[in-house]
């Protein structure tokens, strides 16, 4: 396993830094199967845990992170199943983050009634924050999970405004642009990137997944860290490359590599991101924006009344 540490100084002119935080995404390879949740749990805390003793205060687990992604079918991911905030996996992640006075990020299987949600949540210091439902589903991600309805919710926590997306939802500008243009400082992006047309990697070993990271931090001015799953899973191969993106859009630091077992972490002014869309004196990033003129182009109103 490698540990990269990285500093991200807003200001390199300045040590005024209002929210020095450190945020730290954990790589790692979580296995299917019911018998291997407690493992799966386990080995993502043992992570966080090292970047908690190296003084991170926000740490970010991949997607599913408690249970694997390639279920056979609904009735196996129901088998992985609890309930949110009620469930085994948010305790034990919440009894964490008290000891460790950290907030943590994290993916599982949610049940709600017979309904299954592929479900990012946020715990900190005081327990539970609140919970995300991934709205775009992968393949067959959409054999077995509901969509989630409940919008793209920013929590305000002691560090700083924190929004949570999933996934196969970075393709989709209009997460990080509505989780941006309410407040959040950071999302936390939690990740079983598997497959996208190939190539998959380019010449430095970034995967696409990586660079629309990045770009929707560029456009958006806001930190993303995003955590990617290793490894393969019944014949499915994880793709890495886990980053955490500067408000310019550039990685602090390095991405991680496609197969390693890894912590990134950096050293940020959260609140930074607040200011970050304010370039110059006649360009503020959110003000320039011309919904007057494409708001009505984009058809979302004509297109949710369409068949699917």
């Known amino acids: 396993m490698t540990e990269a540490t990285r500093t991200d100084q807003e200001d390199p002119g300045s040590d005024a830094r209002i929210s020095p935080v450190r945020v730290a995404v954990t790589q790692f390879d979580p296995q299917v199967g019911v018998d291997n949740r407690e493992g799966n749990i386990s080995r993502g805390l043992e992570l966080a845990s090292r970047a908690a003793d190296d003084g991170a205060d926000l740490v970010v687990l991949p997607e599913l992170a408690s249970t694997g992604y390639s279920f056979r079918g609904r009735a196996e ?16 992640w919440a009894a964490f983050a008290k000891e460790r006075n950290v907030h943590l990020a994290g993916g599982l ?4 009634g017979m309904r299954l949600y592929d479900t990012a949540v ?52 209009e997460v990080p642009r509505l989780l941006a243009q309410q407040g959040a400082d950071i999302i936390c992006s939690v990740n079983n990137w598997v497959w996208t047309p190939p190539p998959l990697f380019d010449a430095s070993g970034k995967c696409m997944a990586t660079y629309l990271t990045m770009t929707a931090a560029h456009v958006n001015n806001v930190f993303i860290a995003a955590a990617d799953r290793i490894g393969t899973e019944r014949g499915a191969k994880f793709l890495g490359c886990s980053v955490i993106a500067g408000t310019n ?60």
């Open 77 to 92: 991911a129901y088998a992985h199943a609890e309930e949110v905030p009620g469930g085994e996996t948010i305790a034990t």
């Open 109 to 112: 299987v949610e049940r709600d």
């Open 249 to 308: 859009g550039w990685p602090i630091g390095e991405v991680a590599g496609p197969e390693e077992e890894t912590i990134l972490t950096a050293d940020i002014d959260l609140v930074s991101a607040r200011s970050a869309p304010i370039w110059n004196d006649l360009n503020d990033l959110l003000r320039d924006r011309r919904t007057d003129v494409y708001d009505g182009m984009l058809g979302y109103r004509l297109g949710s009344a369409l068949p699917r």
């Open 122 to 173: 946020l715990v900190g210091p005081d327990g539970y924050i609140g919970r995300y439902r991934k709205t775009h589903l992968w393949n067959q991600e959409k054999l077995w999970f509901t969509p989630g309805d409940e919008g793209y919710p920013v929590f305000e926590t002691a560090i700083g405004r924190i929004g949570l997306m999933v996934c196969w939802d970075v393709w989709f500008p």
